[in-house]
């Protein structure tokens, strides 16, 4: 592992400033800390609240991310108060937290990290702490005594396994303490502290430690092949895979989110489907997690299910069913054997599922914890071949690993999360998403917490806007796909997206329209035919993926179809448009129809007049529709407004909040109806 500190860079550094440099180079290596994961301090005098120097601890904040830390990220507390526990046995956690809030230079500030007194309890300046999957390798390979003494001599001792917490960190203290010459300690199954006299010298002795064990497993892997290939695991080709793991996401994120909303990151690349080909994956894969902080979000164990031919899909499904069915209920004998029942059990169903030949899900309330999961998988993976060619790989006991499961402090970190949406953990998919009415309804759905696919023939307008949204929510949380709306194998692949980027779709916003205009006697069949395709053909292709995938999901749905004022008013010159939205809202009544029993909504919302951003009110049709009204083509806008009972101008965003009523629970028990957005019309009253 390279050491990336640069005197230049740091001199003259304060010691706040040099622990933020220290700790973005120790969370810019995704080998040592993923997702929030490792803590960093430094020891220094801070002013108090009446300006007196008073000897600090500053330490990471709870659930802070390393990578991208801020001198705000970190919390100070009185080092005296916090130090004066060493000389305590035990300590329960609740009351250590309550303790540590007494301790804060900075009353009301962030929690301090979770491992607070393993920082206090080490004498030395500054302290790094990281979950290194090449130190991991060597505690979690059967003899980690053994394999510590061999890498390190005595420049770091192991400790055994022990939750983190009170008496993990008084064995460190202790260890620091007493062992002269020792510059680190390795905690069995967890991970690695390293200390120096300031930032930089902790930091790179950990780097030090890490290189030798990276070293010590390569030299221990020269010949060996951890995952050997199995039979006939191997799918045929990519598009193949990708046919089958289309086919298969919906039913496995039904299965595995029924109790709660979220969404799947699907993996094929080589090193995932060379552990799901190897002979030993299930063994190795069933042993568990490689670090304690993995635990809350891949759980102890993945889900492995195997069947005979891959390329079988009907066979997958069901071996899914009965997987996570079987997962479930060993996950429940699991927490009734270890529980007292202070903290509920969570949900039972697994967030990693391998199926050799297809490839790895992982499960999260949101794409970010979908990644987490992936991520914090990925690296596992690497620790069992690492683990496996310099031993045999190991684990944590069924009981230790229920308590880092259950550790309220741990469950407090996940509580750290903003706030969700009505839609968290949903996937919409908005047609002709990309301007006017589309994006307005794209970029409200995504504020209320879905994972918005933007389709649209602009696939410059789409991506445009995707990025936006990824910018404002987060990464994965909108994707674009050109989609001609009247062609099938178009539409087909837009949706095949949908089920790989995210493992399926709650809610179709069918959104593409055009607006032809003309007399039906100098109409030509051309014109007339182009309005039933986009009009009407269009919904019924998105509709009909939308269905199929939420019926493999079997979790309900809702589809929002835009209809128009002119389906109950129909307007002059406007025969063409009139008709294919009529038959549009026909074709969202017949879906209503036939999916109630589905718990699949679909309802139609009438907008009128809205210019905003819309490719539909163009210049000739607003020409022409001036023309029919009878006044200048400037006047349009203020006649649509003055035309209404409400006397208001019909914006995207009104439509959009109407969409986001209709697509989210609040609408839970409408389907087959029909919404006006128009500012009040008397024509346009149902009868
Ligand atoms: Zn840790």
Not at 533 to 558: C, K, Y
Request: hydrophobic residues 40%.
């Amino acid at each position: 592992m390279r050491n990336l500190w640069n005197d230049a860079e740091t001199s003259g550094m304060t010691d706040l400033d040099l622990l933020v440099y220290q700790s973005r180079l120790v969370g810019a290596e995704a080998s040592l800390v993923l997702w929030g994961g490792g803590n960093t301090s430094v020891k220094t005098t801070l002013p108090d609240f009446r300006g007196r120097d008073t000897p600090a601890l500053v330490i990471k904040s709870s659930g802070a991310d390393l990578k991208t830390a801020r001198p705000e990220d970190f919390t100070a507390l009185r080092l005296d108060d916090v130090a004066a526990l060493f000389d305590r046995d035990d300590m329960p956690d609740e009351e250590m937290a309550a303790y540590l809030e007494h301790c804060a230079l900075d009353p009301g500030g962030r929690r301090p990290s979770i491992e607070t007194l393993l920082h206090a309890f080490i004498p030395a300046a500054s302290v790094v702490h990281s979950h290194s999957d090449a130190v991991i390798s060597l505690t979690n390979s059967g003899d980690p005594r053994a394999a510590a003494r061999a890498v390190y001599g005595h420049q770091a001792t192991v400790v055994e396994y022990l939750r983190p917490g009170f008496r993990l960190s008084k064995l460190v203290g202790s260890v620091a303490r007493d062992e002269s010459g020792c510059s680190g300690v390795v905690l069995s199954n967890h991970g690695l502290v390293t200390w120096g006299d300031d930032p930089g010298e902790a930091y790179q002795r950990h780097i030090d430690l890490v290189t030798r064990a990276e070293e010590y497993a390569a030299s221990k892997a020269r010949g060996k092949t951890v995952f050997a290939p199995g039979k006939g695991r191997r799918p045929s080709s990519p598009e193949r895979r990708r046919e089958v793991a289309a086919a298969l996401a919906p039913v496995l994120r039904g299965l595995v989110c029924r109790t709660s909303r979220g969404v799947l990151r699907y993996d094929d690349s080589p090193g995932v489907l060379d552990l799901l080909a190897s002979e030993n994956g299930p063994r190795l894969t069933g042993i568990g997690p490689a670090t304690p902080d993995h635990l809350v979000h891949t759980k102890r164990v993945p889900l492995w299910v195997d069947v005979k031919d891959p390329e079988d899909i009907p066979d997958l499904r069901d071996a899914l069913g009965l997987g996570v069915d079987r997962f479930a209920r060993a996950y429940e004998d699991w927490y009734r054997r270890h529980s007292d029942g202070t903290i509920p059990m969570r949900d039972p169903y697994p967030r990693v599922v391998l199926v050799p030949g297809v490839g790895m899900w992982t499960a999260g309330k949101d794409a970010r914890a979908a990644s987490i999961a992936w991520d914090m998988y990925r690296h596992t993976i690497d620790v069992l071949a690492s683990a496996e060619t310099v031993g045999s790989y190991t684990s944590l006991s069924e009981r230790d690993a229920f308590e880092a499961e259950y550790w309220a402090m741990e469950l407090y970190k996940l509580s750290l999360a903003p706030g969700e949406g009505p839609l968290a953990g949903r996937v919409a998919l908005v047609t002709g998403g990309a301007h006017g009415i589309g994006e307005g309804i794209c970029r409200r759905l995504a504020a209320a917490g879905a994972h918005v696919v933007v389709a649209d023939l602009d696939a410059q307008g789409a991506a445009d806007l995707a990025e936006d949204m990824v910018r404002s929510h987060g990464p994965a949380r909108a994707m674009a796909c050109r989609m001609d709306v009247t062609r099938e194998d178009d539409v087909s692949a837009a949706f095949d997206r949908a089920r790989l980027a995210y493992g399926g779709l709650d809610i179709l916003v069918s959104n593409a329209g055009i607006a032809p205009v003309g007399a039906i006697d100098r109409l030509s069949l051309e014109e007339w035919q182009r309005a039933f395709d986009v009009n009407t053909t269009g919904h019924f292709l998105a509709a009909r993926e939308a269905v199929r995938i939420m019926r493999e999901q079997a979790t309900g749905g809702s589809l929002v179809f835009i209809g128009t004022k002119n389906v109950p008013s129909p307007g002059k010159d406007f025969g063409a448009y009139s008709a294919s939205k009529a038959a549009e809202v026909q074709l969202a009544r017949v879906l209503a129809i036939e999916n109630g029993e589905f718990g699949i909504r679909c309802n139609v919302v009438n907008p009128d007049a809205v210019f905003q951003g819309s490719n539909l009110w163009s210049r000739e049709v607003r020409e022409q529709r001036a023309g029919a009204h009878g006044i200048g083509v400037e006047e349009i806008e203020e006649f649509y407004r003055q035309r209404n009972l409400l006397r208001e101008r019909v914006t995207a965003s009104d439509v959009a909040e109407t969409v986001l009523f209709l697509a989210g629970d609040g609408s839970a028990k409408t389907t087959g109806a029909m919404i006006p957005v128009d500012g009040g019309l008397r024509d346009a009253f149902p009868r």
